[in-house]
């Protein structure tokens, strides 16, 4: 800096000194790292010296967007703000601020000024946009969010205003928490037409969002998880999570995908997520478009990582292997919160193709996390894939896929270049389970009734869906009215004004029969390990043998994790009540007499609870084990088994449980059920996540 340059800046500084609202426009245009230590007191002194405006209802953000309108108080404020923002910001090489000792104690001692500041834009600029626009407007809320959060980010990430000053500030950290969650509705970068100066020195909003949640982490207490939660509740009843997901539909969207921004966004929403799973104001940021945006990511990302043609510079491609992690991160949660509704709708916008796309890539490219980190990342949702394969609607979005390239010739390929044995073993087991659990819903779809009237007497196949909750069907209009007079009504209601709410729909009756069905085939080859678990675990406790042992089953992994409960433990432990359990007993029993007067007792049990994967969290069937009717795959390929003719529907009531309480399962002509499928407990949608 040149002598007369520096005598300019003092004699600047000596003008600013007395208020004049030119010198401080002129000021802060000329305020860089070199001077900003200088600066601050000047700038401190002009926030303390004019407070926010006490605002009415003509007050309008609009008029106050020109930082270098030398007029307009509201104006230059921001503009001052911002330029502390900047001066705070850690310089290259640095892991505090420069001369901190010389920063801490003034900033400290106009906290309060700093944030009643910060409060205003946050209330009349950034919260006004959302009331009034349903959006963030550049030259307004977006100007004023993208200061507040990056103030907030620097002085919190310096230490230089702690969380114990949070604390002690009324409403201090309620506002951080709000910031928090706001700049996940922010699009873009920097907008080159919006007078922001120093625009290489600006962080991403959300990367801020990442620097407040790393600091309150380290914090964590029973203070933070109160206000994090009152602010939760306050904006579940906005339009902020509608925003957010609008957000992801834009980023879908670009031209070009913006590496940094998606980084951030998607690494501090899965770190937010991970430590608020409860709150229902996520509950629409995790429902259905979410998943096909992502999915959309997804897909462009895998593009962008095979594409020969592209060059990614070395910030290019670690920004891409984030963005990779964690949006397969946030879909996994997407997944878990709405289960085989989301999976349909990723499956949709090619998400299967992706995936395949994404572990050639992650094994073949040189990058050194992609290996280690994203392939396991992209098998896991082939998992959550395949649990909820036994769903109809889940398979009906695989048919085409399965049956096209690279997938129809997965399972007689010996090698597929590029990719590992063991990943090529997950994708072969995937489509084997894939296409047997088809066969067999095709069967059944073709034989049975699945009509939800449990006083049907029709057997035809062909069912429609109710229309108002598309969860029951029915044969015809005529058993459509008979259930609706006899229950559904509430029912329907209740599953429509969930759907309102973004919370994960109950599956359709028809896919719990189906369901049970592919339970007890697959269970069945299962069998002999499954008695030895119960003989092991009788030895091992030295029971009585007429005690009676339940095998429980998890569906929802891929090695279906099993272990033993005595019925005890099971009683203790499931969601079935009582009454429940003693008529499950009581038909093991009869069932059990039967076929030893019939000279055939190895054909019956072990009873079985089996949870496999639901919207919302798991769900619950218990059944006695008998060998099913068809057991040749290929009488299923044939469509054509050898099963008697007539059949009829059997309900079971399990009692007064939440969700669902009746399985009509499916009885043969000889009076011998087909899947003895004694009761389902679906753990109905929750109200909120957790």
């Known amino acids: 800096m040149s002598f007369q340059s520096i005598r300019g800046t003092e004699l600047l500084q000596q003008r600013a000194r007395s208020g004049s609202l030119k010198d401080i426009q002129e000021l802060c245009t000329v305020t860089d790292s070199r001077t900003f230590v200088d ?57 505090v601020t420069e001369d901190i000792l010389s920063i801490r104690l003034p900033i400290r001692r106009s906290w309060p000024v700093i944030f009643s500041w910060m409060s205003f834009f946050t209330t009349f600029f950034v919260e006004y946009d959302f009331k009034f626009y349903d959006d963030l407007q550049p030259e307004t809320g977006v100007l004023s969010l993208r200061t507040v959060a990056q103030l907030f980010c620097f002085l919190l990430s310096s230490n230089i205003i702690r969380p114990v000053e949070f604390r002690s500030t009324p409403g201090a950290a309620e506002m951080m928490v709000r910031v928090h969650m706001y700049v996940f509705t922010i699009r873009s970068s920097p907008d080159p037409s919006v007078q922001i100066p120093d625009r290489k020195s600006a962080l991403e909003a959300t990367e801020c969002g990442l620097v407040f949640t790393d600091g309150i982490l380290a914090e964590w207490d029973d203070f933070w998880e109160e206000i994090y939660g009152d602010v939760f509740t306050k904006l579940a009843q906005t339009r902020l999570s509608t925003i957010i997901v609008r957000t992801l539909a834009h980023f879908s969207q670009e031209e070009r995908l913006n590496y940094r921004l998606l980084r951030s966004w998607f690494y501090a929403l899965s770190i937010t997520l991970d430590s608020s799973v409860t709150e229902p104001v996520f509950n629409e940021i995790l429902h259905l478009p979410s998943a096909r945006y992502t999915s959309v990511v997804l897909r462009r990302l895998s593009a962008d990582a095979s594409n020969p043609n592209r060059t990614l510079t070395p910030s290019q491609q670690t920004n891409l292997q984030v963005v990779w992690r964690h949006a397969l991160e946030f879909l996994s949660e997407s997944f878990d919160f ?99 659990r088809m066969r067999l819903r095709r069967y059944l779809e073709t034989k049975y009734s699945f009509c939800s009237n449990d006083k049907c007497t029709t057997n035809s196949p062909q069912v429609r869906l109710c229309n108002g909750c598309k969860v029951t069907l029915y044969c015809g209009l005529s058993c459509q009215k008979e259930h609706w007079r006899n ?26 029969n189906i369901i049970g069905c592919i339970i007890q085939t697959e269970l069945w080859e299962d069998r002999d390990r499954l008695l030895r678990e119960q003989s092991m675990y009788r030895d091992q406790h030295l029971a009585d043998d007429s005690a009676v042992y339940i095998n429980r089953i998890n569906l929802t992994t891929p090695d279906a994790r099993a272990s033993v409960w005595t019925l005890e433990e099971a009683k203790a432990n499931s969601e079935f009540a009582e009454e429940d359990w003693n008529f499950l007993i009581q038909g093991f029993h009869t069932m059990l007499r039967h076929q030893q007067i019939e000279g055939d007792s190895e054909e019956v049990g072990p009873i079985i609870t089996a949870i496999f ?65 004694i009761g389902v407990h679906v753990k109905g949608p929750k109200r909120q996540r957790g």
């Open 487 to 512: 229950g559904h009504r509430t029912e329907c209601l209740q599953h429509i004004k969930d759907a309102e709410a973004h919370l994960p729909r109950p599956a359709q009756e028809r896919d719990y």
């Open 338 to 436: 709405g289960g085989y509704t989301n999976i349909i709708l990723a499956l949709k916008s090619g998400l299967l193709l992706t995936l395949w796309n994404l572990t050639l890539a992650a094994e073949a490219h040189p990058w050194d996390l992609q290996k280690s980190i994203t392939s396991p990342r992209c098998i896991n949702l082939v998992n959550h894939i395949a649990g909820s394969s036994m769903y109809r609607s889940v398979q009906r979005c695989l048919e085409k896929p399965l049956q096209t390239s690279p997938f129809a010739d997965v399972d007689i390929d010996p090698v597929i270049p590029n990719m590992s044995l063991a990943t090529l073993t997950v994708w072969r087991d995937f489509k084997h389970l894939c296409v047997s």
């Open 39 to 95: 600066h601050l007191p000047i700038f401190l002194k002009f926030l303390s010296e004019n407070r926010p405006p006490q605002t009415d209802s003509g007050f309008k953000p609009e008029e106050h967007t020109d930082s270098f309108n030398s007029t307009d108080q509201v104006a230059l404020a921001r503009f001052v703000l911002w330029q502390i923002a900047l001066g705070l910001q850690p310089k290259p090489g640095t892991r």
């Open 613 to 677: 994967p639901h919207p919302g969290q798991p769900s619950y069937m218990n059944m006695i084990l008998t060998r099913p009717k068809f057991e040749d795959q290929s009488d299923l390929l044939d469509n054509n088994p050898k099963l008697d003719s007539e059949t009829e529907i059997r309900t079971s009531v399990i009692g007064n449980n939440v969700g669902l309480s009746r399985f009509p399962s499916l009885r043969m002509g000889d009076g011998r059920f087909l899947f003895p499928v």
